[in-house]
């Protein structure tokens, strides 16, 4: 049965629901300045598989601003949102928050690990870059409001010529005194020191051209914690779900959901490289992000990983396949990914004299110049 609850019930938090109710639940948490609405284009695609719960910070959206005050900390924002989990029945959640929503998300995998299942970090940080400019925004909110700074949101939030303008009128008619006592939230914020510890399964996605938590920042995370994953995606600034929401989709669904995204990108590492790997999640775009959703599931998820055939058997198919159908980029590629399963060069070269006979000798002739010229770029980066 999926529900919408449009008002906080037990006086806390404002939030939605969606999604059935016996689907494992996932909390959503929003950038300082917006509302619910920053989920909008992917919590119901999410919804299809878990019980997602978004809620608003205090004095943002449908939140009492009466929840937070001056000298708020993230420890205080973190134990509204588990004091929202206790009011619903939800003992144990997976979460994803942008911005100050992954601040919190971070708390509560450092502090509360019975608590979260599976982690994910958007546009995010371990430390807002110190304090004296979130005092400083802090004191001048107190002073003149908001209108000033929401004038700049587009900016800050998005790449040149995007917008959205419900997202900026959140910014607008927020409460001053919260959002300034939020900004003492991110002022105190700094967990760098307690990222090694943190054990849940964590994803960390950054904007590429997000000018407030940069790339940089995502990777210190993605280098202390263990087994984090970090995918950047082009052409999204600060508030990648609202900008690029197919791509933060692809990605959520993969660390999220077990629908095989996550054992194929663990074979697809193994068998091509985590270079070759890098390069292609680097590359990824709106545009590209579900086909290669698409690859990971389904190519390395399924076939890739059943069992009855041997990752060398497979090597021998795909390149017989590759030089019947001309594919000569994919050759070279498969070629390096044959080496790694086992095959010696006279045995990549067996395979392609036998492809003279079945695909013809034009096409085995151009297999075996990019075969050659690939082993020995292979042998040439061992020396």
């Not at 019947?324 to 392609?352: K, Q, S």
């Amino acid at each position: 049965m999926t529900t919408a609850t449009p008002q906080p019930p037990h006086g806390g938090l404002h939030h939605r629901v969606e999604g059935p109710s016996t689907a494992p639940v996932l909390i959503l948490g929003p950038s300082l300045g917006t509302s619910t609405a920053l989920w909008d284009a992917v919590a119901p695609e999410l919804s299809v598989t878990h019980r997602v719960v978004r809620w608003d910070l205090p004095g943002h959206g449908g939140s009492p601003a009466s929840l937070i005050g001056p000298g708020s900390t993230v420890a205080d924002l973190a134990g509204l949102v588990l004091a929202l989990a206790d009011a619903l029945g939800v003992a144990r959640f997976s979460y994803a928050g942008v911005s100050l929503g992954g601040a919190v998300g971070l708390h509560l995998a450092a502090h509360h690990p019975e608590r979260v299942e599976r982690l994910a970090l958007l546009c995010s940080s371990a430390h807002f870059g110190g304090s004296a400019m979130w005092e400083e925004r802090a004191a001048t909110v107190r002073r003149e409001g908001l209108a000033a700074l929401a004038e700049t949101a587009d900016a800050r939030w998005f790449t040149p010529g995007f917008t959205v303008p419900a997202l900026v009128d959140d910014h607008r008619t927020a409460d001053p005194d919260a959002y300034a006592a939020c900004c003492d939230a991110l002022a105190a914020f700094d967990l760098r020191d307690r990222l090694p510890s943190i054990t849940a399964p964590m994803l960390l996605v950054a904007g590429r051209e997000d000018p407030a938590t940069p790339p940089a920042h995502l990777r210190e995370i993605a280098d202390a914690v263990p087994g984090a994953a970090l995918t950047e995606l082009a052409g999204a600034s600060h508030l990648a779900p609202a900008e690029q929401p197919g791509a933060v989709l692809a990605a959520l669904r993969g660390h999220f959901t077990d629908n095989g995204a996550r054992r194929g990108m663990e074979v697809r590492r193994q068998v091509l490289g985590n270079a070759h790997v890098d390069r292609a999640q680097a590359r990824q775009t709106e545009f590209t992000a579900r086909f290669q959703d698409f690859i990971s599931r389904y190519a390395w998820g399924e076939i890739w990983t059943d069992p009855t055939l041997s990752r060398r058997e497979r090597s021998l198919v795909t390149l017989t396949a590759l030089v019947a159908h001309g594919h000569l980029e994919e050759l070279a590629m498969h070629v390096r990914a044959a080496r790694r399963n086992g095959l010696r060069p006279d045995e990549i070269g067996a395979v392609l004299l036998q492809t003279a006979v079945y695909c013809g000798v034009p096409a085995a002739n151009a297999a075996f110049a990019v075969a050659q010229r690939t082993l020995a770029e292979e042998d040439a980066s061992e020396e």
